[in-house]
Nanobody, 124 residues
């Protein structure tokens, strides 16, 4: 079972990136999918999450209105569209999957499966 995050890179402030997290080895269509990030020297923090059918999402206050999570269960993939990026968004972004996780639960400990992380760097 593997979650493969991709799409990170270097972008100027105000720019955008779209992260993808493709799952393999099993289907995650019934799982809540989440995104977390960890900046250097800081703790891992919640970015956003989406429930199994896309009907419920939640976001950290710091990204609300700028980031959007979506999923394609046929492709076993979740996306994170990041617009209006700021230097403070610089971090390694991790995708995760958790069964029976409420998207509003911002604790990373609730998630069972994790991707390897993709670096996002926003220059000022």
């Amino acid at each position: 079972v593997q979650l493969q995050a991709s799409g990170g890179g270097l972008v100027q402030a105000g720019g955008y990136l779209r992260l993808s997290c493709a799952a393999s080895g099993r289907t995650f269509s019934t799982y809540t999918r989440g995104w977390f990030r960890q900046a250097q020297g800081k703790e891992r923090e919640f970015v956003g999450a989406i429930n199994w059918n896309g009907g419920s999402t939640d976001y950290a206050d710091s990204v609300k209105g700028r980031f959007t999570i979506s999923r394609d269960n046929a492709k076993n993939t979740v996306y994170l569209q990041m617009n209006s990026l700021k230097p403070e968004d610089t971090a390694v972004y991790y995708c995760a999957a958790g069964l029976r996780v409420n998207p509003s639960s911002k604790s990373w400990t609730m998630y069972e499966y994790w991707g390897q992380g993709t670096q996002v760097t926003v220059s000022s």
